[in-house]
Nanobody, 121 residues
């Protein structure tokens, strides 16, 4: 059973920072591109950021570029999303996923349960 477990969500004021973590079982991590997606109420799930297995390639949605940073520690089977300069429109449930492509959610195989991020104005 592959498991991805997110943590680090919470309530923060606009302009603040949060760091999300996603811990994976080895089987759910090795060799996979890891991505972060988010879904706000009434909206479709959208791509946020992704990182290749080696960490050499990273990808970001235009809406978070320059504010969010994705990283991974393969020794710890963990991927991170550092979120700075948060805005109310960043409020959503954030999901970690493991897959074979960067931006297309349909190419991701395993998903976490999500962690809520709420940014107050």
């Amino acid at each position: 059973q592959v498991q991805l477990v997110e943590s680090g969500g919470g309530l923060v004021q606009a302009g603040g920072s949060l760091r999300l973590s996603c811990a994976a079982s080895a089987r759910g991590f090795n060799g996979y591109t890891m991505g972060w997606f988010r879904q706000a109420p009434g909206k479709e799930r959208e791509f946020v950021a992704a990182i290749s297995w080696s960490g050499g390639s990273t990808y970001y949605a235009d809406s978070v570029k320059g504010r969010f940073t994705i990283s991974r520690d393969n020794a710890k089977n963990t991927v991170y999303l550092q979120m700075n300069s948060l805005k109310p429109e960043d409020t959503a449930v954030y999901y970690c996923a493991a897959g074979r492509a960067a931006r297309d959610p349909n190419e991701y195989i395993y998903w976490g349960q999500g962690t809520q991020v709420t940014v107050s104005s």
